[in-house]
């Protein structure tokens, strides 16, 4: 396609890094003040409280919003806790940032004024007397921007000519970010995870989950306890706190950010030019990170003094099935040998023996739901029903559907989309989705939460975009025909084929079908905050199974 970016100076933009197209996803838990069960896992609530005193008082004074009339908590998002501030000037979003990087988080700062220019409807960030985007208290750092209007928008609430207006709309963002920019590389190489590798993990969480609902004390638990207090001790603010709790995210949707994020616009681009594996290649970028990366990934491989062998191994997963079953063997220093062999006895299991080892703890209606999956089902029944309430609900869903994706791979394994460069690329939005956007009267009043800003194939952002707004979150089935007006209005703006189109939603299920970043979030790193979109995505998965070729069909016409 026509190359338009041109590089600015000033555009000194910090990328996130995730691999394309997945999602910080609707339906996930809001973001939470985490607290702990006598069992030692995290359990979360809803944020319910305003900002402390102390802090609002610092917030207001730094960043000059005059006079306090509220401070409310904002009840959506994922990772990032918001706050909604009422003054006398107005009103400001107060976002405390837990997910991302300080530099990815002032890169956007730094872009938005000029896509405003533009015309875009963005919220105009706000920044301190020292001309700063952000202001660190207690360890914790605020960023403040304006409040925009609108309401978070339903795809089953937008006619035709919307979705087309919408569509549109994110195709003459595209065009804007390549001007704004620096120039990004055309194509991208995508390996696609796995299919052996994601059965490996999937059956050692199998056993996790076995283990934990046979009421065996979870490793990870425990693991994450102990990594959590030695790199996070408590401030007394409430929220979560920030313990690089980043899902990562990639073409198609599968998380792997935190392997590898960039450290500039500039760089991004160069990196996204020559990628050292593939875009989403999860296994081999997590085992051969970039040196001095500093985020998650090699946190968890340099953890802070104090951190247990048992953290570095839990925060290291298996890259493969022959040292799956060596670490299995092996289990980490202080874990349960009982649930070391739980998990050994499962590692080389099939998929009617997984849902077996959660079944006795089922109710009985779900009992024999699971046992219909064992005989390659693929229509959910009722397993994936509603959104896990407690660890145990976890527990007991992750299991049947882990069988359940094992029956998939097994069927469909020989259809993994070939590895190669895809095309068209470019800068993209990287989380454009119902709890980023903002809609009054069928129109966008507000584009939000840009810290996810990265160079990415075009047609993935698209049918990630799709796919959330369109099917609930994941909670209903695609709608087609709002699915169809959406990528026409996007095509008007950006010239992108029906084949491509298609190989980009090829990859995205293939990533939907192989992804473990929630299970690892839960069973490794101890955050429940994403259990419930476990749920949902499984749920879009057997139903995008089942419907593949009617999602070509509308892509291609």
Not at 64 to 93: E, H, I, K, Q, S
Not at 404 to 419: K, T
Not at 445 to 458: A, E, F, H, K, M
Not at 506 to 535: I, M, P, Q, V
Request: hydrophobic fraction near 35%; glycine fraction near 10%.
């Amino acid at each position: 396609m026509p190359r338009r970016s041109r590089c600015r100076a000033s555009c000194s933009l910090i990328a996130c890094g995730h691999r394309t197209g997945a999602t910080r996803p609707s339906g996930c838990t809001p973001p939470s003040t985490p607290t702990r069960a006598t069992d030692g896992r995290w359990i979360t609530a809803y944020p319910t409280k305003p900002l402390p005193t102390d802090v609002l008082g610092k917030i207001v004074d730094h960043f000059r919003l005059g006079r306090v009339a509220a401070c409310r908590p904002v009840p959506t998002g994922v990772m990032n806790l918001n706050w909604r501030v009422t003054t006398d000037a107005g009103d400001f979003a107060v976002k405390r940032l837990t997910d991302r990087s300080p530099e990815a988080f002032r890169a956007a700062q730094d872009l938005l004024p000029r896509l405003a220019e533009l015309g875009f409807p963005v919220p105009a960030p706000r920044r301190t007397a020292e001309g700063s985007a952000l202001l660190k208290i207690n360890g914790f750092r605020y960023g403040v921007s304006e409040w925009l209007p609108g309401a978070h928008p339903s795809g089953a609430a937008l006619d035709p000519e919307t979705c087309t207006a919408l569509g549109d709309l994110v195709g003459r963002l595209h065009l804007a970010l390549a001007d704004l920019c620096p120039p990004a590389p055309a194509r991208l190489l995508d390996v696609p995870a796995s299919a052996e590798q994601t059965c490996a993990d999937l059956k050692r969480y199998a056993g996790l989950a076995a283990a934990r609902l046979a009421g065996i004390a979870c490793p990870a638990a425990a693991t994450a306890d102990a990594a959590e207090r030695a790199a996070h001790p408590p401030t007394g603010i409430g929220g979560t706190p920030a313990r690089a709790a980043h899902p990562p995210t990639g073409i198609g949707g599968t998380p792997a950010r935190a392997a590898q994020p960039p450290t500039g616009i500039a760089e991004t681009a160069t990196r996204a030019a020559q990628p050292p594996t593939g875009i989403t290649d999860t296994a081999t970028r997590a085992a051969q990170p970039p040196t001095g990366i500093t985020d998650t990934a090699a946190r968890a491989a340099q953890p802070p003094t104090g951190i247990t062998d048992t953290a570095t191994r839990a925060a290291q997963p298996p890259t493969g099935i022959a040292e799956t079953a060596t670490r299995t063997a092996h289990p980490p220093t202080g874990i349960a040998e009982t649930a070391g062999r739980a998990a050994s006895s499962l590692a080389g299991a099939p998929a009617e023996t997984l849902i077996g080892a959660v079944s006795d703890h089922l109710p009985a209606q779900r009992s024999a739901q699971a046992a219909g999956v064992s005989r390659g089902a693929v229509d959910p029944g009722g397993v994936l029903e509603g959104s896990p309430r407690s660890s145990d609900d976890f527990d007991r869903l992750a299991g049947a559907e882990i069988g359940r994706r094992l029956a998939l791979l097994e069927r469909v394994g020989d259809q993994r989309p070939p590895a190669s460069e895809v095309e068209p690329c470019g800068w993209t939005h990287g989380d454009l989705q119902p709890l980023n956007l903002l809609m009054d009267r069928g129109r966008v009043t507000g584009i939000l939460d840009w810290d996810r800003l990265d160079v990415r194939p075009y047609g993935l952002e698209v049918l990630r975009t799709a796919t959330i707004l369109f099917s609930g979150g994941g909670r209903t089935a695609l709608d087609l025909g709002r699915t169809a007006c959406f990528v026409r209005g996007y095509r008007g703006r950006v010239p992108i084929t029906g084949a491509q189109l298609v190989d980009a939603a090829d990859r995205r299920w293939w990533t939907l079908a192989c992804e473990t970043w929630h299970l690892k979030r839960h069973y490794d790193e101890g955050d429940n905050r994403c259990d419930s979109l476990f749920t949902t995505r499984s749920t879009f998965l057997h139903w995008w199974t089942r419907h593949r070729a009617d999602v070509r069909k509308i892509l291609d016409s």
